[in-house]
Structures are given as C-alpha cells and as structure tokens.
C-alpha cells in the first residue's frame, strides 16, 4: 500500500522529528545500516526526538497497515531495523543520557550507542556493561539480552538494567520495572523489540574507573587456543574474554610477516586492581610468546578502538553455545580456518561464566545462564557467487562444533526460521513470552524482529 503524500505532511506537522521520504537527498544516507547488501527501501523513515513522536509513528503504523520496523543502532544482522516499502522508525536523535553518580544509575535514550553511554560515564569512572563495539545501538543490545567485556564481573546488560519506559502497541507510555509491569520487565530483558518501543533505559552503573585490558595476539595453534579456553574458564570473574581465531589483520602491532596467518587476536579485560589484573594476564602471556601484547592498565573507555564509520561488511555467519574447547575442538577450529580462503574470516570464542551465570534461568527472558562458551563463527563476502561457497563454509563448521548446548544467543542470530528463533527462547520461556505478546502487541504490529507470536486465546 502506498502512503498518500496528504499523510506524510499531517504526520510531519504533528511531529517534533523529521520524516524522510524516498526524494529527499539524504534518505539512502538516513536508510543505510551497518551490514552491507542490506537494500531496503522503505516508504517513509520518522528520525523520532521524543516518545510522543514514537507513539504518532506507531498509530500510523496501525492504522496504515505498513510494515514498521524500529531501528537504534543499525547493527542487526538480519537487517531488522530497515523494511521494503513500510515505515522506519529512526531512534537516533533519542539519546539523550542522564548520569547520576551518587545513586550510579543513568537513564539513557534508547537511541544511543553503547559507546556514547561509555565514554560519557567513563569520564565519572563508572561504567555499564555494553559489548565490544561502540557504534552497537543499547537498544537492540540490551534487549537482546547484552554480552559483553564485564560479562563475568557484572553479568548481561539486563542484569544492570533498572527499569525502561516503553511505547506499546496501542500508542501509550508504560514504565516497566521489578514493581510497575513486571511481564512486560521480564519480557524485554532478552525478548528483543517485540513489545513496544524503549525510549529510556535505566541502567545501574559500576564504578570502574579503571581496567587492566587490551589487545593480546598470540599464534593460534591448537595447543594455544585450548590453553586460552581453560585460562579463561580458571580466571577470576573480574576477567572477561574475546578471542577472535582469524588471519592476523596488517595492522601496524603486527610484524609483516604474520599478516594473514592465524592469530589468536584476543581482548581482555580485567576491572579490578592493577597488580591483581597483572596477575590474572599472566597465565595467558605464557601460552605462547605473543605477537602483540597491548594489554596495559588504561581507562575503561580506551577499551573501545575507533571504529570506520563506512565499513559495511557483507557477512555470513553462525551462532551457538558450545560446552567446551578442547585440543580436538581446536583442531577442528584451525583446520576449518585454514580450509577457506575468505579474506576475513573468524571463530569468535567468549568464556561465560561469573555473575552472568548466577542470575536464575527464568529471571530474564535471556534463559541461557548455564551456558558456558559462546562461538560466532563468520566470513565475509563480496559476490552472489561467493556467498553460496562461504555460506556452505560457514553451515559445515557450524556443524563440526556444534555439540551439547541446543540454545543460541539471538542477538547474533541472522534472519532465522520461527524454529531457530525458539531455541533463543527455551523451556518455558517461548510460552511465557508468546502469552506476554498477546498481552501488549496482540496483533503483532512489532515484528521485524526475531518474531515472537502472540499465543492464541
Ligand atoms: C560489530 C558488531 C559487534 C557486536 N558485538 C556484540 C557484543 O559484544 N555483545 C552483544 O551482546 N551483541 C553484540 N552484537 C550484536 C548486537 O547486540 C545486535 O546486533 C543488536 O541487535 C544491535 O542493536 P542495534 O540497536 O545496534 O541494532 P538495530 O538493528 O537498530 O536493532 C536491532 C533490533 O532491536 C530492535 N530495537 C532496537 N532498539 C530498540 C528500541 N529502543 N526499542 C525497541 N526495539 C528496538 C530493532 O527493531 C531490531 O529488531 C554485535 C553486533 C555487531 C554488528
């Protein structure tokens, strides 16, 4: 259906943001997401300034028909916050951040990048815990649950999340938290953008004024990479782990003649005391003689390297929850890298654990609090042609690794099948989350998303 012109200028007039139509000059700018061959175009694009601005787009939303798709960050990888021919609902100009250092808390617009919040914070030695990139949107991170580099010390972002004002279905501004809506509290911390729209988020903050963290390259040889696993695992919660297994980046800490073979390129980081965080490093320098060793005491925030705000990769990948990396495992890791000849690819291994895992399963909609070692697996490509052999790449590692945890983190999940999209959501949480949808979006007018339907009366 195409939307009259006569409804664009009402919906302009009545709004303190700007609507963006296909003729204006900046829309394929104001359409663009972080993931490259994303080329959706929607009909019109609402870049929203406060939640009145949210409620009207949503009304139109239902009263249109039109597809609508919520977009914070940009980051998902399944393209969910763009749409064909439906509206968009553009967050970014929500980010506002309130910081209240005696009470460490801060309420943050749902538009906001996780970076903004942590440099912002980080200037008061506090911090939230995010994930490893700065330009992730909180909303979409959070509300997929949020692993991040204080994963073990402080636990998911929606372990540090406080309460959140949320737009539904039917247009109203609700408060969600432990006492006011508590389904609807429950439901967003893991249920992803199904039920409503988050216009703030309140977040506890942690003092953390500074960190032992950084950058270790190491060779990745099987031996190494199982070490890495099991110093990880034997680490104190204070020390969160990314270890990346993939041909060493020509960047300038690299000697020349590493670039392009397989690396161990981890970051860790440590937030505690220097001497202890030194400590905990230690067992990690000593696997092999590293290739870069970048890890120094530093702020929290220098964590977070500048990111190229044109990189658009195109990307196939896989998500899953494994048990464990041993020496067999590892093997099956260097061997499958060495097989492929993409440019960029990568097995991405993050040690679980700590505070993250002592949150009960049911808690949160995020039910994957045994888990113990999250895998991303991916590998970029240029062509049609070369996506089907990276794609079938991807599909045959995926395979060969995974064994013993069915669940996956949907937040990392790409454009996947209902099926898939329940084994984010285990036990009893799809019912629980099926039943809470009929509640506040009976009518599943927020579903470009990893789609949860309402359960049926
Ligand atoms: C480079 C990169 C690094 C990453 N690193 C991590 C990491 O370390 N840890 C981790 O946990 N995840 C990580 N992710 C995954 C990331 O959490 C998800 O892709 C997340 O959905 C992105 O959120 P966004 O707001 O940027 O994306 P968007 O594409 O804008 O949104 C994603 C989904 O959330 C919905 N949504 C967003 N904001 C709101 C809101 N305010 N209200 C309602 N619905 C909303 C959207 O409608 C969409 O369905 C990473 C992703 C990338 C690309």
Redesign the pocket.
Same mark, same amino acid.
């Given at each position: 259906m195409a939307i009259e012109r006569g409804a664009v200028l009402q919906l302009s007039a009545g709004l303190n943001g700007r609507v963006i139509v296909p003729d204006d000059k900046d829309y394929d700018e104001a359409r663009r997401? *972080?993931y490259g061959g994303i080329d959706r175009r929607p009909q019109v694009i609402v870049q929203a300034k406060d939640p009145n601005d949210v409620s009207q787009v949503i009304s139109l939303a239902r009263q249109t028909g039109l597809e609508l798709?919520?977009?914070?960050? =940009? &980051?998902? *990888?399944a393209g &969910?916050?763009l749409n064909e021919g439906g509206i968009v609902l553009d967050?970014r100009e929500l980010r506002a951040l309130q910081l209240d250092p005696e009470r460490r808390t801060a309420w943050a617009e749902?538009?906001l990048t996780t970076g903004a919040y942590t440099k912002a914070a980080g200037e008061l030695g506090l911090a939230t815990g995010f994930?490893?990139?700065g330009s992730?949107?909180i =909303?979409?991170?959070t509300?997929?649950?949020? $692993?991040?580099i204080l994963v073990r010390k402080y636990g998911l972002t929606i372990d540090q999340l406080l309460a959140a004002e949320v737009v539904t279905a039917d247009g109203q501004l609700l408060r969600a938290d432990a006492d006011t809506n508590p389904d609807l509290f429950w439901a967003i911390r893991g249920g =992803?953008?199904n039920f409503?729209? $988050?216009t703030r988020f309140q977040f506890r903050l942690h003092p953390v004024a500074s960190v032992v963290g950084g950058v270790l390259i190491l060779p990745a040889t099987p031996p190494v990479i199982a070490g890495f696993i099991a110093a990880a695992e034997a680490a104190p919660e204070e020390l969160s782990t990314i270890a990346s297994i993939m041909p060493a980046p020509p960047m300038p800490m690299v000697p020349a003649e590493q670039h392009g073979q397989l690396v161990v390129f981890a970051l860790l980081v440590y937030a505690g005391e220097v001497d202890a965080g030194e400590r905990a490093m230690a067992p990690f320098r000593k696997l092999a003689t590293p290739i870069a060793d970048m890890v120094r005491p530093m702020t929290y925030p220098e964590i977070f390297v500048p990111e190229d705000g044109e990189f658009h990769p195109k990307a196939v990948a896989r998500t899953m929850f494994v048990n464990a990396i041993d020496r067999s495992a590892a093997e099956e890791i260097v061997d499958r890298l060495e097989s492929s000849d993409a440019p960029v690819r990568v097995a991405q291994l993050r040690v679980l654990g700590g505070a993250m895992a002592r949150v009960p399963a049911e808690a949160t909609a995020f039910a994957h609090r045994a888990s113990r070692i999250m895998v991303n697996l991916a590998a970029f490509y240029e062509s049609p042609e070369e996506w089907a052999v990276r794609e079938a790449w991807v599909s045959d590692f995926a395979a060969a690794l995974h064994k013993g945890d069915s669940g996956v983190y949907v937040? *990392?999940l790409g454009d996947a099948p209902e099926a898939q999209v329940r084994t984010a959501y285990p036990g009893s949480t799809w019912d629980r989350l099926s039943t809470i949808k009929r509640r506040y979006d009976s009518t599943n007018l927020f579903r $470009?998303?990893h789609n949860i339907l309402p359960a049926q009366p």
């Open positions: 997401v *972080f798709a919520v977009r914070s960050g =940009g &980051h998902s *990888f &969910h916050s967050l749902g538009g994930g490893d990139t992730v949107g =909303g979409g991170l509300l997929g649950g949020g $692993v991040g =992803g953008g409503g729209v $988050v937040n *990392f $470009v998303n």
